[in-house]
Structure formats: structure tokens, C-alpha cells
């Protein structure tokens, strides 16, 4: 079966160091207390893609994949903002169902934060995602949800068309997270 680009995976047996760097960092205690951003970086047809995908199956087969979004240039939405936040929230309250109703009450308040007409994508993440994320008490959670942190998967954010809208999500996803650690790792030319 064929998947919407980007169609891509990991061959077997390679970027093994990558994918468990990945996963122990996601296995990191830090994490429960701690929300986290990991950028993974490389030359282009470097594997990135490839390793974002592997990533998103691995941590869906663990109840650990809290969204995904794959941006594809040239591909409609998934080369715009326009769906981005939206999507990426109705995963996180798909896969964190006690988020649902903190999404729902943040868009009774303010309807505009579903489309970027009127809303910035900086602001429809920060009340669609992070602060009903933040919201959760993980305490409470029934234990198949308390396996470790969930992770949100964001791929190809360099081929969206909006640049300026989505360098000034970027800008504000690491303010939002300044006190928390951030973790980047390079990828090799050879691995």
C-alpha cells in the first residue's frame, strides 16, 4: 500500500543510532515533568523523513504518538498552514482524550482559532495543543496512557509555503518551551 508522499522509511538496519538516540531520549524521566523539543537536521535526502516516519510508527505502536504532520511542497494542504494546527489538534485529542474538552472550551472562547484568517498558527498551537497538553494531569491518566511521554511529529516544515507564518511558529514553539530543555542532533553524511 502506498502512503501520500513523503513515502519513505528507514531500510532496515540503518540509522539504528539515530532512532535510539530518539527513543531514549523520549524514555528520559525528564520528560514526565519536562515537555521537550528534539530537531533532527541534515542535508537534504539525508534521511530525515525517513526517520520522522519510523519515529511516528514506532511511538503509535507504543500509545505514545500524540500527532504527526508531514508537510509535502506542492501537495495542497500539506504545503500550507492553512489545516496545520487544526490537524495536529484533533490527533492530540484523538490520542489524549482528556484534552479533548480543554481544545473544546479554548474554541467556544474563540472560534477564529480554526482558521488562520484570524488567528496567527503561533497562537491556534499555543491554545489547540500546548496549553491543553500542559492542561493534562498525568497523574490521574488510566495506565495505558501513562507508558511516557507522546510525542508530536512535525516533518518537512522547510517545504511549507507560508514561511513567514511558519518561521514565526517556530520562533514562538521554542519561546513557549525556553525553560524546558531543548535537544538537537545533526545527522552524519555516513551512518
Given at each position: 500500500m502506498k502512503v501520500s508522499p513523503p513515502n519513505s522509511a528507514c531500510f532496515p538496519g540503518t540509522r539504528l543510532k539515530v532512532t535510539k538516540k530518539i527513543r531514549s531520549w523520549m524514555d528520559s524521566s525528564l520528560l514526565f515533568t519536562n515537555p521537550h523539543i528534539i530537531w533532527v537536521y541534515g542535508y537534504a535526502?539525508?534521511?530525515?523523513?525517513?526517520?520522522?516516519?519510523?519515529?511516528?510508527?514506532y511511538?503509535?505502536?507504543?500509545?505514545?504518538?500524540?500527532?504527526?504532520?508531514?508537510?509535502?511542497?506542492?501537495?495542497?494542504?500539506r504545503s500550507r498552514i492553512t489545516r496545520f494546527?487544526?490537524?495536529?489538534?484533533?490527533?492530540?485529542?484523538?490520542?489524549?482524550?482528556?484534552?479533548?474538552?480543554?481544545?473544546?472550551?479554548?474554541?467556544k472562547a474563540n472560534p477564529g482559532l480554526l482558521t488562520t484568517k484570524n488567528t496567527s498558527l503561533a497562537d491556534q498551537f499555543e491554545?489547540?495543543?500546548?496549553?491543553?497538553?500542559?492542561?493534562?494531569?498525568?497523574?490521574?491518566?488510566?495506565?495505558?496512557?501513562?507508558?511516557?511521554?507522546?510525542?508530536?511529529?512535525?516533518?518537512?516544515?522547510?517545504?511549507?509555503?507560508d514561511r513567514e507564518e511558519v518561521g514565526a511558529f517556530i520562533d514562538?514553539?521554542?519561546?513557549?518551551?525556553?525553560?524546558k530543555a531543548t535537544?538537537?542532533?545533526?545527522?552524519?553524511?555516513?551512518?
Open positions: 535526502g539525508c534521511g530525515k523523513s525517513a526517520i520522522a516516519q519510523e519515529m511516528a510508527r511511538f503509535a505502536g507504543e500509545d505514545r504518538l500524540a500527532a504527526s504532520f508531514f508537510f509535502f511542497r506542492g501537495a495542497g494542504d494546527a487544526t490537524t495536529v489538534a484533533s490527533q492530540v485529542a484523538a490520542a489524549i482524550p482528556t484534552t479533548a474538552s480543554i481544545i473544546e472550551k479554548a474554541v491554545h489547540l495543543v500546548y496549553r491543553p497538553i500542559n492542561s493534562v494531569k498525568w497523574d490521574n491518566l488510566a495506565a495505558p496512557l501513562r507508558k511516557g511521554p507522546f510525542l508530536i511529529v512535525l516533518d518537512g516544515v522547510d517545504e511549507c509555503e514562538r514553539m521554542i519561546e513557549f518551551f525556553v525553560q535537544y538537537s542532533t545533526t545527522l552524519p553524511h555516513h551512518q
